[in-house]
């Protein structure tokens, strides 16, 4: 079993920046393929992006490519999102969610592992 516990979510105007991490306790951390999607009022929860267990390899939504960069330290249990240049479209719940498949992170479908969300509110 994971737990996983994300913050970093909050207000900011747009342009501005966040960062979101993603702590989980449980199992061994590093076993997991990691990945960021979220969810905004009305819509269906879409793929954010996602890192592999060893850090090679991640990939991004068009929307976020080139404002967002997700990062993972293993020996702190923790995955991060970078958010930059934030637009109001960008507002969301975000969720991280893990899996022992990347290929299934990147899928967004069957997830092991999701926590409960950090709510990010980009202003104009």
């Known amino acids: 079993q994971v737990q996983l516990v994300e913050s970093g979510g909050g207000l900011v105007q747009a342009e501005g920046s966040l960062r979101l991490s993603c702590t989980g306790t449980?199992?061994?951390?590093?076993?997991?393929?990691m990945g960021w999607f979220r969810q905004a009022p009305g819509k269906k929860r879409e793929f954010v992006a996602a890192?592999?267990?060893?850090?090679?390899?991640?990939n991004y939504a068009d929307s976020v490519k080139g404002r967002f960069t997700i990062s993972r330290d293993n020996a702190k249990n923790t995955v991060y999102l970078e958010m930059k240049s934030l637009k109001p479209e960008d507002t969301a719940v975000y969720y991280c969610?893990?899996?022992?498949?990347?290929?299934?992170?990147?899928?967004?479908?069957?997830?092991?592992?999701w926590g409960k969300g950090t709510l990010v509110t980009v202003s104009l």
């Open positions: 969610a893990a899996d022992g498949s990347y290929r299934t992170v990147v899928s967004g479908v069957g997830m092991d592992y």
């Open positions: 449980g199992r061994t951390f590093s076993y997991y393929a």
């Open positions: 890192i592999s267990r060893d850090r090679a390899t991640t």
